[in-house]
């Protein structure tokens, strides 16, 4: 796969820069957000504010726990590491859980639930994790390097979705690159959707095992694919080895590598919807969150449409959930730090399906309505 430089998109679309607080344990989204954000170009519409505005925070994955939406996002903050085409400034190294009783809401920061010298095998970049409930233990899923610097999988435990988590002293046993996304089935089983190319290492597998070298498909050939794997009794491993997820067009066939606009870079997401199995996920270098659905957890699953358009800022990482009757698409943005690709924040808006269970596009840079 061709690799385009690591640039900032977009980063002169807003004129103002704003900087964030120190940290505290409760964020109003009422007049804090209104003054962080209140410039307006031609080419941004901001309508749509931050949930969190005194840290910045990228990746959300939404969860209905205990009556409440609980947010798990990574935490970014200038760590100084310069910017490289691998992703190596977003060097994030711990995580905060957000809660709220309403979109329109108070955003309650539960404060640091899990730091990476808190746990054994991890050294660093605390990428993009998520969260699951089983008997009444919560899990939260988490990617760190290694102190080879290789992707592995972690697992925390907690007896509330707010947290603190323990790690476990080991990674999960099999596991590699990035972005786990946990979906519980209507039987009661889970599964583990995770992957990333380029700075998230899949491309480096293709082989079984880790290698140095970059194994990229030609743009004639399938795809990389995201894997799944069904977790174990206990939550802690995987059942089975993982497999690939095939994304197919209209006529059935494998989405190419070539076909940058449809094919799977990183983000895997999965909800249902009247009986249907909705897998989504980040485009990646042409930055679109694309969806396509299937008939079980497994897939095969065909290539339906973009859900929500490109950002500001380099990446777009989402979750999708369901709460009070309403349907939520979770995303991020760079416009509270002005356009800085590794100073993100987190936002929401509305989802809506079409009669046939399409979704409709969002368009978070052209025109949103405020929450």
């Known amino acids: 796969m061709k690799k385009a430089p690591f640039i900032m998109l977009q980063a002169a679309a807003l004129s103002f820069i704003v900087s964030c607080s120190g940290s505290q344990q409760e964020n109003n989204t009422g007049d804090s957000a209104e003054e962080s954000i209140t410039t307006k170009t031609e080419e941004v519409d901001v309508s749509i504010k931050p949930l969190i505005t005194d840290l910045y925070t990228a990746d959300p994955s939404a969860h209905v726990f205990e009556g409440k939406i609980y947010l798990y996002p990574s935490h970014d903050y200038e760590s100084g590491i310069p910017e490289d085409d691998l992703g190596s400034?977003?060097?994030?190294?711990?995580?905060?859980?957000?809660?709220?009783?309403?979109?329109?809401?108070?955003?309650?920061?539960?404060?640091?639930?899990?730091?990476?010298?808190?746990?054994?095998?991890?050294?660093?970049?605390?990428?993009?994790?998520?969260?699951?409930?089983?008997?009444?233990?919560?899990?939260?899923?988490?990617?760190?390097?290694?102190?080879?610097?290789?992707?592995?999988?972690?697992?925390?435990?907690?007896?509330?979705?707010?947290?603190?988590?323990?790690?476990?002293?080991?990674?999960?046993?099999?596991?590699?690159?990035?972005?786990?996304?946990?979906?519980?089935?209507?039987?009661?089983?889970?599964?583990?959707?995770?992957?990333?190319?380029?700075?998230?290492?899949?491309?480096?597998?293709?082989?079984?095992?880790?290698?140095?070298?970059?194994?990229?498909?030609?743009?004639?050939a399938p795809a990389l694919s995201a894997k799944i794997a069904k977790l174990s009794d206990n939550m802690l491993e995987f059942?089975?080895?993982?497999?690939?997820?095939?994304?197919?067009?209209?006529?059935?066939?494998?989405?190419?590598t070539g076909d940058n606009e449809k094919r799977f870079f990183e983000a895997a997401w999965v909800h249902t919807y009247q009986g249907k199995y909705y897998f989504s996920y980040s485009t990646g270098d042409t930055h679109n969150i694309a969806y396509a659905i299937g008939d079980n957890p497994y897939g095969p699953f065909t290539y339906e449409g973009v859900i929500l358009k490109p950002v500001l800022g380099w990446t777009n990482h989402h979750s999708i959930v369901e709460y009070k009757g309403k349907w939520y698409l979770f995303f991020h943005d760079s416009s509270l730090s002005g356009g800085q690709t590794h100073l993100r924040s987190v936002k929401a808006t509305e989802l809506q399906y079409n009669n046939d269970g399409t979704i409709k596009t969002i368009d978070a840079m052209v025109s949103a309505d405020s929450l």
């Open 239 to 256: 059942a089975e080895t993982p497999k690939d997820i095939k994304i197919l067009d209209k006529e059935g066939k494998p989405i190419l």
């Open 89 to 220: 400034h977003f060097n994030m190294k711990d995580y905060h859980v957000f809660s709220m009783d309403s979109i329109e809401g108070k955003v309650t920061d539960h404060g640091k639930v899990l730091d990476v010298e808190d746990v054994a095998w991890a050294e660093r970049q605390m990428w993009a994790p998520d969260a699951a409930e089983k008997n009444g233990t919560y899990y939260l899923y988490f990617p760190a390097k290694d102190e080879k610097g290789i992707f592995r999988m972690g697992v925390a435990k907690s007896s509330s979705p707010a947290g603190p988590f323990s790690a476990e002293e080991k990674p999960m046993k099999g596991s590699f690159s990035i972005d786990p996304a946990v979906f519980k089935d209507k039987d009661g089983s889970y599964y583990m959707y995770f992957g990333g190319i380029w700075g998230g290492q899949l491309q480096k597998w293709t082989s079984g095992a880790y290698s140095e070298v970059d194994d990229y498909p030609a743009n004639d």
